[in-house]
């Protein structure tokens, strides 16, 4: 009897272990290929050929568009400027970043100012917005005493070569400031992880490191939280020139120069209003409004009248960081007389608020630099890097691009008239 219950007791211990081994191993499974073959959809979003119209596949191509667009409205308005800025490089002669300044009409009390292409692959949706604000919100009536500023391709080498950073390998969003002291801030998390984040040698998609390149970051997760992890990678760096997220070691050429044309433009006008345009960041398909909160409590409450009825994200939740250098704080102290406004809109492409988005879309910067540096295992391996990474900046989905232009048309639609009574 005893014997029979000692074979029952080992019968059900072995079923219940195979059980938890068969559901790891399920569970293992489906994790790795829910991971590497990680592609968030449109849902029901159907893509509107109308809105597509905006939209070209190459640097050449949107400057000469953004261009034509501008020289459209010079003859219906007064005093109209389009001019550009070469960016020195080594490698290339004609990249450029371009500018319309449209000045008020008839008093010039407010500015506002709309950048695209900081982070240089970002730049095609840029392009399209700006392509779009211009045929369909240059009006008379937001004119006569709102000035219009924008400047397309802030990054142009980035934009052209398909990067997200310029030729010095420099996220220009964390290159921004009046005052050098900024490169010599130290980001202490992003040390503790430097190794982890900026890998040598090249790029082999197939490798155990890659395939399962999730299982490291879940693993560091555990002991730091998710706040932390991002904001330590995320904010900026000044110490790993080869590495993602670098800050610089001086301001890039392109600093230096449009200090001047920003400062020249904006000296008349005692009301600033900054919109910087992004995309890569956030739940797919949605428009976030990201902004940090600042000591001006006017400044910030005539910001969220502007977007009342909008969901603003000041920077106290948890999936989301702050960043030194950025390009729209800069502007603001380049005018510090003036009432100034901020407001970057960020397109979301990866689901990067979910932790599996997150993970991909830091796996997928890491790749792209590591190539870009210490080159593939293969070209498969460079065409997958490379289409994953410009995927993720400028999705292919027509659909996708559909909802950008109608969700800022939407938007703009509400927020250029409370501009104008302001």
């Known amino acids: 009897m005893k014997k029979k219950s000692k074979r029952l007791t080992k019968k059900i211990l072995f079923i219940l272990l195979f059980t938890v081994f068969i559901v790891c191993v399920a569970g293992f499974i489906y994790s790795y290929v829910s991971y590497n073959y990680y592609s968030p959809g449109d849902g029901e979003i159907k893509a509107d050929p109308t809105e597509l119209k905006y939209f070209q596949n190459s640097y050449k191509e949107c400057r000469k568009e953004f261009i034509l667009s501008a020289n459209e409205i010079k003859n219906i308005f007064k005093n109209v400027e389009i001019f550009n800025i070469q960016v020195e490089s080594e490698i290339d002669t004609d990249l450029t970043i371009d500018f319309c300044y449209i000045p008020a009409q008839k008093e010039k009390s407010k500015l506002l100012i709309i950048s695209s292409g900081v982070h240089g692959v970002e730049g095609f949706v840029g ?61 202490s998390g992003y040390i503790e992880l430097h190794k982890m984040i900026n890998p040598k040698g090249k790029v082999n998609t197939g490798s155990l490191g890659n395939r399962l390149f999730y299982i490291a970051m879940i693993k560091k ?83 969220e009248s502007l977007f009342s009825g909008y969901t ?27 009432l100034f406004l901020s ?41 997958k890097v490379k289409k994953k990474f410009i995927e993720m900046f400028y999705p292919s989905s027509g659909a996708w691009r559909s909802e950008v232009i109608k969700k800022t048309r939407k938007l703009m639609d509400v927020v250029m008239q409370r501009y104008k009574d302001l």
Request: hydrophobic share 35%; with cysteine.
């Open 221 to 303: 997760l555990v002991s730091v939280s998710t706040k932390a992890f991002r904001q330590a990678i995320l904010q900026g760096q000044y110490e790993f020139p080869k590495g993602i997220f670098f800050g610089g070691n001086d301001f890039e050429p392109q600093i230096y120069v449009i200090k001047s044309a920003l400062q020249e433009i904006s000296e008349n006008y005692h009301t600033i209003f900054h919109i910087d345009l992004h995309t890569g960041y956030g739940e797919r398909g949605k428009l976030h409004l990201f902004s940090v909160k600042t000591e001006d409590s006017k400044s910030q409450s005539i910001v």
């Open 343 to 383: 407001m970057p809109f960020e397109y979301g492409t990866m689901n990067s608020h979910t932790t599996m988005g997150a993970i991909k879309s830091l796996q997928n910067m890491i790749v792209e630099t590591q190539g870009f540096y210490y080159g593939y295992a293969s070209i498969e391996d460079e065409i």
């Open 312 to 338: 603003i994200d000041w920077g106290n939740t948890d999936d989301f960081y702050t960043v030194t250098g950025d390009f729209s704080h800069f502007i603001g102290k380049l005018s510090p007389d003036a």
């Open 127 to 187: 392009s399209a917005v700006q392509q779009m604000f211009i045929t369909e919100f240059l009006k008379e009536k937001y004119l006569n005493d709102i000035g219009i500023l924008l400047i397309h391709g802030m990054n142009p080498y980035g934009f052209k070569y398909l990067r997200r950073v310029t030729e010095n390998n420099v996220d220009l969003n964390r290159n921004c400031d009046i005052d050098k002291n900024l490169f010599s801030i130290k980001n």
